[in-house]
């Protein structure tokens, strides 16, 4: 949970001019200034997006339902967990029918992050406790304090999606850096529950030499057998748009569709050397 400070904080720095407000938080982050003018590591573009880039494909992309279909519609031959029950209020959740529900689901919303409860083995929360969360989830703006433009619109809802068994396991997650249609870097997070690894790799699965925010797996894993087919459908998702990161899982001999992700980290994960976010933000065209 937030602490109160960072609530008062999140609260304030909403109030401040976006510009200026990004501003504030880059330079609290990095100890620079961002240039919004000529910028040219990745964490500054990522900057210029949230000011500058309003195209409205940026809402259905970070739309955690509307970005499924969007996703099938291009890529209609990979997995696509199902959307089994939504509502946009939490006084919906009293005409919830629990006895139409599977054992296993993920109980989200839609329109921010770290919104998540997974349920297992039919131990449902309280209808009581399904609307608090609700409530509270709904009222919150992804867009306000980090200037998130692309949450801005989300019509909000909450949701019951297919949860995916991996037999217990925590799954590989493949997540492409796609710069105007290209993937470029691929980042493989493993363990995340258990020992968190991330590996960091160009588009031809050549590993790079640095960490970012995670130890890396040693030795790194190997290329996967279905890297190619992930890469062309995260290709074709990404032709869309002028930068996104496409998080792919493989389930049961699939690529299944994890989201859609539009300022990685709000563009304040740090890199471990300067050259990196230098190296990351070269081929990332604003204009």
Not at 37 to 62: G, H, M, W, Y
Not at 159 to 175: A, C, G, H, Q
Not at 239 to 262: A, M, N, S, W
């Amino acid at each position: 949970m937030p602490s109160f400070q960072y609530k008062v904080f999140s609260r304030f720095i909403g109030l401040i001019p976006l510009k200026q407000r990004l501003q504030v938080l880059y330079f609290r982050r990095f100890r620079r200034f961002c240039d919004f003018e000529n910028p040219v590591r990745f964490t500054e573009k990522i900057q210029c997006l949230k000011l500058f880039e309003r195209d409205p494909i940026l809402t259905i992309s970070a739309d955690k339902i509307a970005s499924k279909e969007f996703v099938r519609e291009i890529c209609p031959d990979i997995y696509i967990p199902k959307t089994i029950w939504q509502a946009s209020s939490h006084i919906d959740i009293d005409e919830l029918d629990f006895g139409c529900l599977p054992d296993e689901y993920v109980f989200k919303a839609n329109h921010t992050s770290q919104t998540i409860e997974i349920i297992r083995d039919g131990n449902h929360l309280s209808r009581e406790l399904m609307k608090k969360l609700s409530k509270s989830w709904l009222a919150h703006d992804q867009s306000a304090s980090l200037g998130e433009w692309a949450y801005e619109n989300i019509p909000r809802n909450v949701f019951i999606e297919e949860f995916l068994d991996f037999n217990n396991t925590v799954p590989d997650d493949y997540k492409f850096f796609v710069y105007q249609g290209k993937v470029k870097f691929i980042q493989l997070d493993s363990d995340r529950f258990i020992s968190h690894k991330r590996n960091m790799f160009d588009q031809y699965w050549r590993e790079l030499d640095f960490e970012y925010s995670h130890s890396r797996k040693s030795p790194p894993p190997k290329k996967p057998i279905f890297l190619d087919e992930m890469i062309l459908a995260a290709e074709k998702i990404g032709h869309h748009l002028k930068f996104v990161r496409v998080d792919f899982y493989f389930y049961k001999d699939q690529i299944t569709f994890g989201e859609l992700t539009i300022y990685p980290g709000a563009g304040f994960e740090k890199f471990p050397e300067d050259k990196w976010d230098v190296f990351f933000g070269k081929d990332l065209y604003l204009k």
